[in-house]
């Protein structure tokens, strides 16, 4: 994959082990004015992660290897993506999930199938807030 | 029954008898010692008497210095005979100091020492009697005797020799002791007798008592011994039947496991490909991929409508079984119920305005009550789209709110086709979908009640159903203001 240029767009982390549901989650946030980053398991997203240390990440809970949350609690500890938003992306929708979810670190819960807009507004008031503290 | 207590008063009897006897046979033993020394004490009396009349002025000291001889010896025969002839007499003997007898009644004795003899003549010549109980020659017989040894001596003067006078024991001592002692066992036999006979019908009264108890005790016995049986039988059932319910038990727990696993899974493996289908129709619907023609939308909103309609019902089939699994979670907040009510009925305005049905919302203000704002709307919106789909058109639908003590009433009332009573009982039960639903193939999944009764029970609450076919259902749900009736710490996990 070819280093994207540097931009002054945001830097968005997408995992999820779902190829097509990626891709929608790509689609939407490109259009949404994100640059993105794709991670195809719990392992990778957390590599890429603290390589690239994006401005957001959106992570699926159940992903091969590493999960949702095991990734959310590593990059929390981590020093570079310590204060990094995180929104979680499940399809587990029990509130013992999202008690879970948000024990672990993560800013908020979506839960799938997720409506666009919606996630679209979260992902643009979790930037402006994060983008609006020096770091 | 008869003959045992016979057999015990016997045995009673019998050991009753046993025990006088002994007593009696003790008290015979001991009057005979008595009568026999008391015999035995005449005899030496006698021995005295004879010894004093014969003797005492007949005997000179020569008498003691060597044997009888001639004149002397014809003389002391003519004296002894007379004595030794009366009753109960078997010898007489004069015994010399040094032992030597120098007179016997049995002349062969006469001059002859006799060493038992010796051994008691230093007490008698010191001036004692000796008494002594042995066995003598008579005749070709040996005869018990009793011997008495006694001191011959002048009136003031020291013995001069020993008179040694055999009585026959058995008829001097014997059979005088006797003469007490029969009587006295007589009166003692009859004393006994009287006493046995006066306390065999007292024993009789007795064992009878006793043997009754004992009858009681015996069946007591039984009894107890047939108890314990059950006891220990139901024990091994009890313990057996432990067994079986702790197997299934751990069946039980298994396979709860198995369906959170697959509960979990149909909800992610059934999500994540509606998340693709919604999010890419989506997509297509916001013309990212070009522009649709009206025809082209129309076709891709009935696929998103359907879309919609089958994540409902995944959502539908999880809350049910977490309902089932008693892990339905409450997010608590103070909600106002007759608001709820209000908003409910604002959301169903255009469905109802379609199908030209009077939807009326009759809320009188309620106390907030503590609850799922969003599971309380789901009853509301359940019960109100219920009643919709079941009332013709041109029909009326009703949403009342009130309160009657600590309670909240919420009651939908329609005038719909109504519920025959026999299918009323089978109403909140998951999948039951009445006749008339299926015959006017009006939609839904049976599954809109169960997740009402579920989410009202869940609150501590109770809903019934009001309805006649024909006339209408009237759905009446009570709410407690105070949640006395519901546990609440499972929600704090959550």
Redesign the interface.
Known sequence: MIEPAPSNRPLVLVADD?E??LT??T??LE?AGCDVVKARSGDEALRVALEQVPDLAVLDV?MPGLDGYTVTRELRRAEPTSAMPIILLT??????DV?RGLAAGADEYVR???D?RDLRERVERLLRRSLAKPS | MPRKPQRLTLRIAAYTGLVLLFAAGAILWFVNQRATAQAENQAVTRAQFIADALLRDELSASDFVRPATGQRRARLDELFQRAVHTEGMLRMNLIAPSGQITYSTSPALIGSRQPDDEMALQPVLRGNGVRNVGEIEQGRHRVKAFETYLPVQPAGEAPIGVFELYQDYDSQVTDQARKTLYPVAGFLALALFVLFAALVPILRRVTAAVEIRNEQLVEQAARLEQSLAFAQEAQMETESARHTLSEQNKRLVELDRLKDEFL?LV??EL??P???????L??VL?E?AGTLNPEQRRFLNAVERNSGRL?RLV?DL?FVA?ADAGRL?L?RAKVDVAALAADCVEAARPFADQRAIDLQLTAVPVPALVGDRGRLAQVVDNLVSNALKFTPEGGHVEVRTSTIGDYVYLEVEDSGIGIPAAEQPRLFERFFRAASATEQAIPGTGLGLAIVKAIVEAHAGLIEVVSAPGKGTTFRVELPLREARSAEPEEV??
């Open positions: 779902d097509d549901i929608l989650v689609f939407r259009r159940m399809a587990r929708a029990q509130e013992a008690a799938k199938p997720f666009a | 979990s909800s992610h999500r994540t509606l998340t693709s289908i919604r999010g890419y989506d997509l916001d990212e994540l959502g999880l977490q979670t997010e996990a959550a």
